[in-house]
């Protein structure tokens, strides 16, 4: 008998004639990510995954940021037969401390002679008999599972939750807008959920604001990479086109105008790396620029489609899952944010595109965009 690491996916399945491009994208992931520990071997059988290795924890823990895996199980190998079954059983129970269980039984292979409820059966009779562990069908503290095959059989005990989703690369280049505050990485999470490759383009001030700002920047891509593979993260110094645009009138616009400037901008970065949308953590009503009336404003000024995943959520939903993915304790490092440099008292929460077009009349934001584009700098994270 010989370890190894069941892995599972789930939403791949439903994908028809395309599911083998699915399966083909997380299988290139999974050896990505698996590729820096050197000892381990992957195989794909049964609709599973199997990864073999002589460190089934350092396996876990790569596998748990690839997204497409619904589910991970240390397991242990045998050689298809009720003799090794029982055996195996015994073996995955006998210090595993729990009071109840019951078997579940996966027959892949339907030409062994035993039926998959006879194999769960006599299986977890062994094991009360041998162990004095109680069976409870109904509510039982573990589920032990077997899955026979024609190629490998297995047993393992516990299910570690997956990130589920679509394997990243699936559904092409998006570019997020980073800022290094809470919900921006979230929102870049959420893409990558969805199977999108991401760059990230941020914005900051200096000599206005410090090198706090940055620096956060450049961890948070560091951790959205762990779920994602090499990024770029592109630094737009911003500060100077913040002082032309604060003194267009009327001055309650200023935030609309940063905020469609930073669209045009990151649309060019977009565009070379790429992209196919823009990405922004902006949440309904959350702050000013972030009414209904101010996201149509500011999503006039973007050349391509921008997505908003955590539009509906509230802050205690996306504060949950910053901590979730190990972006909340980067995020609320104290900083001095580039989006509220030179603030104007009352900002519009209901922009009316005829001002906010009259208040940009005499600027040449498109040159004004291309400059700061050009003269952005790239970090490969």
Known sequence: MNDLVVLRYGEIFLKGKNRSFFISALRNNLKRALEPLGHAQLKGVHGRFLVFSNDNKEVIEACRHVFGITSISPAVMFSPSMENAITAGLEIMSDSGVSSFK???????KSFPVKSPEIAAEVGGQIHTKTGIKVDLHNPEVIVEIEIGKEISFISLERIPGP??????????????LSAGIDSPVAGYMMLKRGASINATTFYSPPWVGEESLEKAISLSKVLSQWGAQMKLTVVKYGEAQKILRKCRPDKLAVILYRRLMMRTTGIIAARNGAKALVTGESLGQVASQTLENMIAIDDASPMLVLRPLVTWDKSE?????????????SILPHEDSCTLFMPPAPETKAKMDQVIQAEKNIDTMQMAQDLADDAIVINI
């Not at 078997?103 to 292979?109: L, Q, T």
């Not at 990243?168 to 998006?174: A, H, M």
């Open 318 to 330: 996306t504060i949950e899952w910053a901590r979730k993915i190990g972006t909340y304790d980067i």
């Open 103 to 109: 078997v579940k039984v996966r027959r892949s292979d």
């Open 164 to 177: 589920g989703g679509l394997p990243v690369g699936v559904s092409s280049t998006v570019e997020l807008l």
